[in-house]
């Protein structure tokens, strides 16, 4: 099992670009999630999903949205990427027992 | 609101030694759960450790135990012999409701331990 697969690793964008950020599971969780993490911060939490067909805004959702493409995938899209976007992003799924998270590699996102 | 606080930003131990990382918690919820994560220098989380509210048990994984004092709404993790490779950022966090409709983790700033030959 791949556990939790996220693309791409590194990415620099100009301000005002966009991109979406790729999240796939293959664990059969039903809920996935987006964190960030700033330096000194945490992580918070972006937007999760949990099941599929459902998304709901955590902490932090302005200037994001989020696609539940199937149970496997959930993406995370900036329509118009600002600086204060820079940030190492995280995608997670958890089981439904204990509700532990399972943590992709993270996508180290700049914007310039 | 819920609120993981973390008061060490950085622990210093030697090998072979035993270390123990703050972790104090604020909830109204009867029905909580607490984790443990390890980030690495490469980046990675790391599922460590959990404790739910309602475990009489202190949980152990391992070198990881976590002492669980629930009046003192606190959850420490204690790692024991520790080892050059647990030199890393360590995260406390707790399950949160969202909206009625889901679970999400809260997670405290973060204590970085270094461990030294």
């Known amino acids: 099992n791949a556990g939790v697969t996220q693309t791409p690793k590194f990415q620099v964008l100009k301000t005002g670009q966009s991109m979406t950020l790729q999240c796939a599971q293959d664990m059969n969780h039903n809920s996935m999630y987006w964190y960030r993490q700033d330096p000194g911060m945490g992580l918070r939490l972006i937007y999760y999903?949990?099941?599929?067909?459902?998304?709901d805004k955590g902490e932090v959702p302005n200037g994001y949205n989020v696609s539940r493409l199937n149970k496997r995938e959930f993406s995370l899209r900036l329509e118009s990427a600002a600086p204060s976007q820079t940030s190492v992003y995280f995608c997670a799924s958890s089981n439904p027992s204990r509700d532990t998270q399972y943590f992709g590699p993270g996508t180290r996102l700049t914007v310039l | 609101a819920q609120k993981i606080t973390q008061t060490q930003p950085g622990m210093f131990v030697q090998e072979k030694e035993a270390v123990t990382l703050d972790c104090t918690y604020d909830t109204s919820d009867q029905s909580y759960g607490l984790f443990w994560y390890k980030q690495p220098s490469s980046g990675e989380m790391i599922f460590l450790i959990y404790q739910g509210s309602y475990d009489e048990q202190n949980a152990t994984e391992g070198r990881y135990s976590l002492n669980f004092q629930k009046a003192r709404k606190s959850a420490n993790l204690v790692i024991s012999a520790s080892q050059l490779g647990d030199s890393a950022m360590y995260f406390c966090?707790?399950?949160?409701?969202?909206?009625?409709?889901?679970?999400?983790?809260?997670f405290g700033k973060g204590t970085t331990l270094s461990v030294s030959s």
């Open positions: 966090a707790m399950r949160e409701l969202y909206n009625q409709a889901g679970t999400a983790l809260i």
């Open positions: 999903s949990a099941s599929e067909g459902t998304t």
